[in-house]
């Protein structure tokens, strides 16, 4: 009986432990680009698909979203094969994937991707929420080379700010 209690009460901390759990982000997105709104959506994936990424094996870096018809896409994500998973189970790691989103939304991001703006749909994180498979995609501008150096002195700048502070905090 007390089994069963300790192994209750450690599945009950694991659900409370783990709202997201972080698969892959796309760090240089953020830096090559402006992000101007995020969305949460959805993905579709195949269950050697999953398996593979809660192993925490997926690579977004050069991945990117698009409005195909009435339905939004992910182009260019890689999730390896699950290294159980052959034959019948496997994938192709590589395939495009269908995210998850209302059709206002999928109409709404089709007229900014589509309007005189160069916007672009860029795929920032990718995790786990309540035990199903969630894709960060933020809508961007793409940077120059002169917006990323003052972006990094104004990231510099801030930096240096809030450790003065700090300092002053700490020894005033």
């Avoid at 300790?6 to 901390?13: E, F, Y």
């Avoid at 694991?14 to 959805?42: F, M, S």
Wanted: with cysteine; hydrophobic share 35%.
């Amino acid at each position: 009986m007390a089994q069963a209690k300790r192994t209750k009460a450690k599945r009950d901390a694991k659900k409370d432990e783990g709202g997201d759990r972080r698969v892959a982000t796309n760090r240089k997105a953020r830096h090559d680009y402006d992000i101007l709104e995020t969305l949460e959506c959805g993905i579709v994936l195949q269950g050697s698909e999953v398996k593979s990424l809660r192993e925490g094996k997926a690579q977004i870096a050069d991945a990117y979203a698009r409005v195909d018809g009435h339905e939004l896409w992910l182009f260019g994500l890689h999730i390896p094969p699950w290294k159980f998973g052959t034959g019948f189970g496997g994938h192709d790691p590589d395939r495009k994937r269908k995210l998850l989103v209302h059709r206002h939304e999928i109409s709404d991001l089709a007229s900014q991707t589509q309007a005189g703006q160069p916007l672009t749909l860029i795929p920032l994180a990718i995790y786990f929420r309540d035990g199903k498979a969630k894709v960060e995609v933020g809508v961007a501008r793409g940077r120059k080379l002169h917006d990323k150096r003052n972006a990094i002195k104004e990231r510099d700048a801030k930096r240096e700010v809030a450790r003065t502070m700090r300092d002053q905090s700490r020894w005033g």
